[in-house]
């Protein structure tokens, strides 16, 4: 029955290393995003792809590289991790891009490096 | 450009009082307007929306109307819970993009 679905739930992770986070969502939706989460709550869209190409690309570093296999998934990749990494991040999905569509979110992937 | 901005909290209340928590927004265009709600340890769910002006979403005893004259969407409860205790965000959503722009989030604990 889950919607939006992350893994792992947490990760902790040494400086420097590479990890990915996966996304998924059985609702059939066209788009799906990533949001970061940061220490004070405080939440910013990082990317956005509509039928597996990439929309939106917040200005993000290009240690992060999402990749969308299909249109029910898209994976967050982390090169090279820095401390200012550790936050919590979010991955979402609606039904269309562009329109009024309600975005739904998964349950978040809390990151620490250490 | 669009921003959204959200009183600063924690907002601390007993229970059955009423809840107001403050969120103002600047935009181009006529963009829609969310309030997400976040339980300790857990992501975010949609509370309600408005897609436009005048409209008013509610959900669970919580209702938010589009002002576009004051440019607001003010939260409000006549009567919280303990368990309505979490984070709430407001956001809106550029007319014709699929961006959600957030406010920092306002923190409600509600005792008994």
Redesign the interface.
């Known amino acids: 029955d889950t919607a939006v679905s992350q893994t792992p739930k947490y990760l902790v992770t040494q400086m420097g290393n590479d990890k990915s986070i996966k996304c998924e969502q059985n609702l059939g939706h066209d788009?799906m995003?990533w949001?970061k989460q940061d220490s004070?709550?405080?939440?910013?869209?990082m990317f956005?792809y509509?039928n597996k190409e990439l929309?939106?690309n917040?200005t993000v570093p290009n240690r992060f590289s999402p990749k969308s296999p299909d249109k029910a998934h898209l994976n967050l990749h982390i090169n090279s991790l820095e401390l200012g990494d550790s936050a919590v991040y979010?991955c979402?999905s609606?039904p269309l891009?562009?329109?009024?569509e309600?975005?739904?979110?998964?349950?978040?992937t809390r990151l620490l490096v250490l | 450009g669009n921003s959204v901005t959200q009183m600063e909290g924690p907002v601390t209340l007993s229970e059955e009082a009423f809840l107001t928590i403050n969120c103002t927004y600047t935009a181009t265009g006529y963009p829609?307007l969310?309030w997400?709600v976040?339980y300790p340890g857990?992501?975010?769910?949609?509370l309600l929306?408005a897609?436009k002006a005048d409209d008013k979403g509610s959900n669970k005893g919580f209702e938010a109307t589009y002002r576009k004259e004051t440019t607001s969407f003010h939260l409000e409860k006549g009567s919280v819970q303990v368990s309505d205790s979490a984070?709430y965000?407001c956001a809106l959503?550029p007319y014709?993009?699929?961006?959600?722009?957030?406010g920092?989030?306002t923190r409600l604990q509600v005792f008994p």
């Open positions: 788009t995003y949001y004070k709550k405080f939440l910013k869209i956005s509509n929309i939106i917040e979010f979402a609606s891009t562009g329109g009024q309600t975005q739904y979110f998964g349950p978040g | 829609s969310f997400y976040q857990e992501g975010l769910q949609l929306k897609t984070v965000f959503r014709n993009t699929d961006k959600l722009i957030f920092t989030g």
